[in-house]
């Protein structure tokens, strides 16, 4: 069964777990669905993984599609999520939808745009016109070198309280979905029960409606120093599918991410 926004939204009111992986070619798209994942991002951590370089801020709109071309054509039950780049959407909503539609129209489902409640103008203007959001809130790598590097977000009083007001807002705006990264187990089980939308975390605790990773950290491929909230699922797998499986599996049954990958 295709996998829709109303599919996430009945998976989150039942507290069944939703499984995302990034994806950046039919090949893996394919693999990924196969071996059950719910959503395959089409992330911008292309940038890193996939052309070397040291952040997302130079991917392009271009690229971008391009990507999510490539995956759309791998998927058939899978929800393809597309990033919208650096520079592609934060001018004004008008420039948002027109970016946004061409990652629609090239075969993204959602569409995921980082920041804060300060989005939820744009938020809106997309979602009214037919184009469903993902949230992304907490560490946002876009704002890299706003943020002085990778840093877990939301560790006092006052973050935290912008993190969830974020949250609130964006959520009431329209967004099908929030994303948070790199947070407080906590702060991101209070935004799970303040929103009534899904949520996804990365470094963000087991009490989200779903977990995402990047399909490379999970894998164990990327070189470098492993994040805290990675798991390499590679590592006890005889295959890159039964890698998928277990990570897919231990999403389900809560047993990822555990307490040594949590903030």
């Known amino acids: 069964m295709k996998v829709t926004v109303n599919t996430l939204n009945k998976m989150a009111a039942e507290g069944r777990k939703i499984s995302m992986l990034t994806c950046y070619d039919a090949s893996f798209a394919s693999l990924l669905e196969d071996a059950g994942v719910d959503i395959l991002l089409v992330g911008d951590s292309l940038g890193m993984v996939i052309q070397g370089v040291d952040s997302t801020l130079p991917v392009t709109q271009e690229e971008m599609e391009y990507h999510v071309r490539c995956v759309a054509r ?6 393809v999520l597309g990033d919208m780049t650096f520079g592609s ?4 909503p008008q420039q948002a939808f027109a970016n946004a539609s061409r990652l ?3 075969g993204a489902h959602m569409v995921k745009i980082e920041g804060g409640a300060y989005m939820a103008e744009t938020t809106r203007f997309l979602s009214e016109r037919g184009i469903p959001v993902c949230a992304h809130i907490g560490l946002t790598p876009q704002f890299v070198n706003a943020f002085g590097g990778y840093r877990v977000q939301g560790k006092s009083e006052d973050d935290a ?3 969830v007001n974020d949250a609130k807002v964006l959520a009431e705006a329209g967004a099908s979905m929030v994303l948070m990264e790199c947070v407080p187990s906590a702060l991101a089980r209070e935004i799970t ?3 009534a939308v899904p949520t996804i975390g990365i470094g963000a605790g087991v009490d989200v409606s779903g977990q995402v990773l990047v ?4 894998l164990g491929v990327y070189p470098g120093k492993k994040a805290r909230f990675v798991k390499n699922f590679m590592a006890d797998a005889q295959s890159i599918q039964g890698a998928v499986e277990a990570y897919v599996k231990a999403v389900q049954d809560k047993s990822f991410p555990a307490a040594e990958h949590t903030f």
């Open 215 to 218: 399909s490379y950290d999970a």
């Open 89 to 92: 959407y934060q001018q004004s």
């Open 104 to 106: 629609i129209q090239a």
């Open 193 to 195: 029960e303040t929103v």
């Open 161 to 163: 309280r912008r993190i």
């Open 74 to 79: 791998g998927a058939k039950r899978a929800l």
